[in-house]
């Protein structure tokens, strides 16, 4: 008989303590989701930013911080409305941009693309990273080609005009994206451009521009952007000013210049009486405006880009 009622003292120990703990309050990133729930951040579980049995993967308090005030909706003497975490994210956010980004950062540093963050033009223009990423849940534009472009143009308008021009880049067809010449996190080329100079990142697709050539262009080795609008522009190329005018801009038009482009009577050789160009293009002769491997001149001369 004793032994059955201290079978029974224990049972309802037990039976007390199990709901004890059922009743505890729930601790931690737990805490968040009795408000935040998948009505508010929805398919969270769908990326890697979802609870995993992955210890790496963050939580809630992993990226926020820890915020007994929001949670326990703690308010300062005449605040309004509920207490921030400690780190938000959204575009009413008082927390600087740089704090922010630390949060990412504290796990996206371990690959090239973000290494040269720190210090570069996003960086500096305090522009964090839930300023172009969706975190909560898998519709990121950023990540997705067909629209990362419109969440560059938010902020990069004169693109979005150049790339609906006549001749562009197939940014709008879908082929080509902002993040094949550029890498937004850093880089160590102008521009953000992902190789170390703008010409070796138009050689990744334009390789026969690359050279090397018997014959070089100076204008071309130099740089790509001397002649081309990498986004887009009214003229053929991407050529930021039609031939003959942008031959010109380093061509003296005293020679031959403008004296084989056409004549008038009585006038300035290339001009007519209306003062119009009547020569249509210095490619019609020099089709090897990169370069050639013309060997029959001494020294550069025009000449040895005609074939």
Same mark, same amino acid.
């Given at each position: 008989?004793?032994i059955?009622?201290?079978?029974?003292?224990?049972?309802?120990?037990?039976?007390?303590?199990?709901?004890?703990?059922?009743?505890?309050?729930?601790?931690?990133a737990?805490?968040?989701?009795?408000?935040?729930?998948?009505?508010?951040?929805?398919?969270?579980?769908?990326?890697?930013?979802?609870?995993?049995?992955?210890?790496?993967v963050?939580?809630?308090?992993?990226?926020?911080? /820890?915020?007994?005030?929001?949670?326990?909706?703690?308010?300062?003497?005449?605040?309004?409305?509920?207490?921030?975490?400690?780190?938000?994210?959204?575009k009413?956010?008082?927390?600087? /941009?740089?704090?922010?980004?630390?949060?990412?950062?504290?796990?996206?540093?371990?690959?090239?693309k973000r290494?040269?963050?720190?210090?570069?033009?996003?960086?500096?223009?305090?522009? /964090?990273?839930?300023?172009?990423?969706?975190?909560?849940?898998?519709?990121?534009?950023?990540?997705?080609? /067909?629209?990362?472009?419109?969440?560059?143009?938010?902020?990069?308008?004169?693109?979005r005009?150049?790339?609906?021009?006549?001749?562009?880049h197939?940014?709008?067809?879908?082929?080509?994206?902002?993040?094949?010449?550029?890498?937004?996190?850093?880089?160590?080329?102008?521009?953000?451009?992902?190789?170390?100079?703008?010409?070796?990142?138009?050689?990744?697709c334009?390789?026969?521009?690359?050279?090397?050539?018997?014959?070089?262009?100076?204008?071309?080795?130099?740089?790509?952007?001397?002649?081309?609008?990498?986004?887009?522009?009214?003229?053929?190329g991407?050529?930021?000013?039609?031939?003959?005018?942008?031959?010109?801009?380093?061509?003296?038009?005293?020679?031959?210049?403008?004296?084989?482009?056409?004549?008038?009577?009585?006038?300035?050789?290339?001009?007519?009486?209306?003062?119009?160009?009547?020569?249509?293009?210095?490619?019609?002769?020099?089709?090897?405006?990169?370069?050639?491997?013309?060997?029959?001149?001494?020294?550069?001369?025009?000449?040895?880009?005609?074939?």
């Open positions: 008989m004793r059955k009622c201290l079978l029974a003292m224990f049972g309802l120990f037990l039976f007390t303590q199990m709901g004890a703990v059922g009743a505890a309050e729930p601790t931690g737990a805490q968040c989701v009795k408000c935040h729930d998948a009505e508010e951040r929805p398919d969270i579980s769908k990326t890697a930013h979802g609870f995993s049995s992955d210890k790496r963050p939580d809630c308090i992993s990226c926020h911080g /820890a915020s007994d005030d929001h949670a326990n909706n703690r308010r300062q003497p005449g605040a309004k409305g509920r207490p921030g975490p400690d780190r938000m994210f959204d009413a956010s008082n927390t600087p /941009a740089s704090q922010r980004s630390e949060a990412c950062l504290t796990c996206h540093t371990k690959d090239a290494a040269l963050w720190s210090g570069s033009q996003h960086d500096a223009a305090d522009v /964090a990273c839930s300023a172009c990423h969706v975190i909560h849940n898998n519709q990121d534009k950023v990540r997705n080609r /067909a629209t990362q472009a419109e969440v560059c143009y938010t902020c990069h308008k004169e693109q005009s150049q790339v609906n021009k006549a001749s562009h197939p940014i709008p067809e879908g082929k080509v994206t902002c993040s094949d010449c550029h890498n937004v996190h850093g880089s160590a080329g102008p521009k953000l451009v992902k190789r170390d100079s703008i010409n070796d990142t138009c050689y990744t334009h390789a026969e521009k690359r050279g090397p050539y018997i014959r070089p262009h100076d204008p071309v080795t130099e740089d790509c952007a001397n002649c081309h609008n990498s986004h887009g522009s009214n003229t053929a991407l050529l930021k000013v039609r031939a003959p005018l942008l031959c010109q801009e380093c061509h003296t038009t005293t020679t031959h210049a403008a004296s084989t482009l056409g004549s008038a009577p009585g006038g300035n050789p290339g001009i007519n009486a209306a003062g119009i160009w009547q020569g249509r293009s210095c490619m019609n002769c020099h089709t090897q405006v990169h370069g050639s491997n013309n060997p029959t001149t001494n020294g550069f001369s025009p000449k040895a880009l005609m074939r």
